[in-house]
């Protein structure tokens, strides 16, 4: 079982930035890709990120690509999500989330391939 915990949600104005972290916990953390996924309300859960176990491979959602930035610290077992220009359409809760690699290279896309999430966290861009 991986256990993650977010953190860094809150209210901001469009044009902000906020940052999120995730803490990982239960497991090898350089054994599992890693990811941030979103959800706002009557929608579907989104993908916004991911990183591969060494960081050096991400992707974007199509929607935050060139301003949000996916990092991982492996020595501290976290995962961050960088979010800059922030926009009213981010509002959403965000959900950190991981899958066991199957390569060095894997970063997974599909939000429903994430074996673990966490609670998530709530983040607000007013107009």
């Known amino acids: 079982q991986v256990l993650l915990v977010e953190s860094g949600g809150g209210l901001v104005q469009a044009g902000g930035s906020l940052r999120l972290s995730c803490s990982a916990s239960?497991?090898?953390?350089?054994?599992?890709?890693m990811g941030w996924l979103r959800q706002a309300p009557g929608k579907e859960r989104e993908f916004v990120a991911g990183?591969?176990?060494?960081?050096?491979?991400?992707h974007y959602g199509d929607s935050v690509q060139d301003r949000f930035t996916i990092s991982r610290d492996n020595a501290k077992d976290t995962v961050y999500l960088q979010m800059n220009s922030l926009k009213p359409e981010d509002t959403a809760v965000y959900f950190c989330?991981?899958?066991?690699?199957?390569?060095?290279?894997?970063?997974?896309?599909?939000?429903?391939?994430?074996?673990?999430r966490g609670q998530g966290t709530q983040v607000t861009v007013s107009s």
């Open positions: 239960g497991r090898t953390f350089t054994n599992y890709a």
């Open positions: 990183i591969s176990v060494s960081g050096g491979y991400t």
């Open positions: 989330a991981a899958e066991r690699a199957r390569s060095t290279r894997s970063v997974v896309i599909n939000p429903e391939e994430y074996e673990y």
